[in-house]
């Protein structure tokens, strides 16, 4: 079946360092894979996408890029900041059509960014 | 935009006793599910809809009952609660077709089972 295996935390970065958050996957077929963010209190939102190999989703400064050869999507950023304190999951899907809707997440990680 | 709404935010309940969680979306999505997020174990579906009047299982279904009346609800049921139903409770809806995966979620309700 499929899964997502994520690093596990908590990870505690000082403002402005670099961010990596490593994501592995099992799955048949082409999956799309994605990255969610929870805030404190709030609900999951969805912070980037990608749908096929060697695509590079990306959003707020965050990227991560879809490697089929080594089943990865780690998540980085190059300089954090304070507000992107959150707890992020690695997320796929059975990609296009049928039960895409279906999200097999990760067991989060949690980011806390020290001023 | 009110988008994925959930209520109660918080609810105790005593070990048998039953409730009611209420979902609504205003986006006119297909899809809805519902997940509970467990300290360690991420986020595990319960149960989803892919239109009204139709439900399915999803993950850890046992204890739980939804259905589907209408596009905007999707009502989940604890019948006889249990301690092991202490969870944090997400309702989530998409638009279904290339952008399935995107999921849309409400803000959780928080639920204690004593």
């Known amino acids: 079946g499929n899964s997502v295996t994520q690093m596990e935390g908590p990870v505690t970065l000082s403002e402005e360092a670099f961010l990596t958050i490593n994501c592995t996957y099992t799955?048949?077929?082409?999956?799309?894979l994605f990255w969610y963010v929870q805030y404190p209190g709030e609900g999951l939102q969805l912070l980037l996408k990608?749908?096929?190999?060697?695509d590079k989703g990306s959003n707020k400064g965050f990227e991560a890029t879809y490697r089929k050869e080594t089943t990865s999507f780690h998540l980085e950023k190059g300089s954090v900041q304070v507000s992107d304190s959150a707890v992020y999951f690695c997320?796929?899907?059975?990609?296009?059509?049928?039960?895409?809707?279906?999200?097999?997440f990760g067991k989060g990680t949690l980011l806390t960014v020290n001023p | 935009n009110a988008g994925v709404t959930q209520t109660p935010k918080f609810q105790v309940l005593k070990t048998g006793q039953s409730m009611t969680l209420q979902c609504a979306q205003d986006m006119n999505h297909e899809y809805m599910s519902w997940y509970r997020q467990d300290p360690g174990m991420g986020l595990r579906l319960i149960h989803y809809s892919v239109g009204a009047g139709i439900t399915d299982q999803g993950e850890v279904p046992n204890g739980y009952n939804v259905s589907r009346s209408t596009t905007e609800d999707f009502p989940l049921r604890l019948l006889s609660a249990a301690p092991s139903q202490t969870s944090v409770y997400f309702c989530?809806?998409?638009?279904?077709?290339?952008?399935?995966?995107?999921?849309?979620f409400g803000e959780g309700s928080r639920l204690t089972v004593l």
């Open positions: 799955a048949t077929g082409y999956p799309s």
């Open positions: 989530a809806s998409s638009q279904g077709g290339a952008r399935g995966g995107e999921l849309f």
């Open positions: 990608a749908t096929k190999a060697d």
């Open positions: 997320a796929l899907s059975r990609g296009s059509g049928g039960s895409n809707y279906k999200l097999t």
